[in-house]
């Protein structure tokens, strides 16, 4: 369980105040990266060439985000290639120089998802902190042990399976929805993301397992729950309706619901 300093008061917060409390933050300093460190394996230069073939227009047509048939696209595409973690880290490091392609956040964030729960290895480690752009729809049916260096953009963790993610940075706008086990932990805290929606939410519909966040959600808290835990090290705007079960924890006490 997760403790807050005193010098933060436990309950909700407003627009207002909110703006204050995150405005003190700053963005994680980035650390220099260089690309041409990374040696091209066979492996990865097939990843690539899957990269370059993969059309990401089909993510953001409409008016929703989809995933699942995008998805399951890479993954009948990357089932023969034959790569380890350590390709898939590496993978991750040169992603800054693909930054100008259209969709970069959308197709980075669910090309990631499908190599790393493609993958034959449990740990996976992602290197992000360098990019300008967010990585969104990252850990989607996530059913991996991953470790990510730097702030993971909108749509994260949805519907995730099991493993554990912990995200050394911040998360921005709705993450975890719909997630069914595994274990989240956000290193900092869930702030706006500037990407499409400026919503903010944790763990809308979840199911089960447990979401972790040191700090502060500038937003909802476990809307439509029906299962799990939630822990806020910080403040938060509002806890969501629709609350069907599962548990809310602030700053190191139950509140929710009413015991």
């Given at each position: 369980?997760?403790?807050?300093?005193?010098?933060?008061?436990?309950?909700?917060?407003?627009?207002?105040?909110?703006?204050?409390?995150?405005?003190?933050?700053?963005?994680?300093?980035?650390?220099?990266?260089?690309?041409?460190?990374?040696r091209e394996s066979e492996s990865?230069?097939?990843?690539?060439?899957?990269w370059k073939t993969f059309d990401?227009?089909?993510?953001?047509?409409?008016?929703?985000?989809?995933?699942?048939?995008?998805?399951?696209?890479?993954?009948?595409?990357?089932?023969?290639?034959?790569?380890?973690?350590?390709?898939?880290?590496?993978?991750?490091?040169?992603?800054?120089?693909?930054?100008?392609?259209?969709?970069?956040?959308?197709?980075?964030?669910?090309?990631?998802?499908?190599?790393?729960?493609?993958?034959?290895?449990?740990?996976?480690?992602?290197?992000?902190?360098?990019?300008?752009?967010?990585?969104?729809?990252?850990?989607?049916?996530?059913?991996?042990?991953?470790?990510?260096?730097?702030?993971?953009?909108?749509?994260?963790?949805?519907?995730?399976?099991?493993?554990?993610?912990?995200?050394?940075?911040?998360?921005?706008?709705?993450?975890?929805?719909?997630?069914?086990?595994?274990?989240?932990?956000?290193?900092?805290?869930?702030?706006?993301?500037?990407?499409?929606?400026?919503?903010?939410?944790?763990?809308?519909?979840?199911?089960?397992?447990?979401?972790?966040?040191?700090?502060?959600?500038?937003?909802?808290?476990?809307?439509?729950?029906?299962?799990?835990?939630?822990?806020?090290?910080?403040?938060?705007?509002?806890?969501?309706?629709?609350?069907?079960?599962?548990?809310?924890?602030?700053?190191?006490?139950?509140?929710?619901?009413?015991?």
């Amino acid at each position: 369980m997760m403790h807050a300093g005193r010098n933060v008061n436990r309950g909700t917060i407003d627009t207002t105040s909110a703006a204050g409390q995150f405005g003190r933050y700053k963005k994680e300093e980035k650390k220099e990266v260089r690309q041409a460190n990374v040696r091209e394996s066979e492996s990865i230069r097939q990843i690539i060439e899957v990269w370059k073939t993969f059309d990401s227009s089909e993510i953001t047509k409409g008016w929703s985000i989809k995933m699942r048939e995008p998805y399951n696209k890479l993954l009948e595409r990357i089932k023969h290639i034959n790569y380890s973690a350590n390709d898939v880290e590496k993978f991750s490091i040169m992603l800054i120089g693909f930054q100008d392609e259209r969709d970069f956040e959308f197709k980075a964030g669910l090309f990631l998802s499908a190599l790393i729960n493609n993958g034959k290895d449990r740990n996976y480690v992602i290197h992000i902190a360098n990019l300008e752009k967010e990585v969104a729809c990252f850990g989607y049916l996530n059913t991996k042990n991953i470790s990510i260096n730097g702030d993971i953009g909108q749509f994260f963790a949805f519907n995730m399976i099991e493993g554990e993610i912990t995200v050394n940075g911040s998360a921005k706008g709705v993450m975890a929805q719909g997630i069914k086990g595994g274990t989240i932990i956000i290193k900092r805290h869930v702030l706006v993301s500037k990407l499409i929606f400026n919503s903010v939410g944790v763990g809308d519909d979840m199911q089960g397992g447990d979401i972790q966040v040191y700090g502060n959600v500038y937003g909802i808290v476990g809307l439509r729950m029906s299962g799990g835990e939630i822990y806020v090290g910080g403040v938060f705007q509002q806890l969501g309706s629709e609350f069907r079960g599962g548990r809310i924890y602030n700053m190191g006490e139950w509140i929710y619901p009413k015991q």
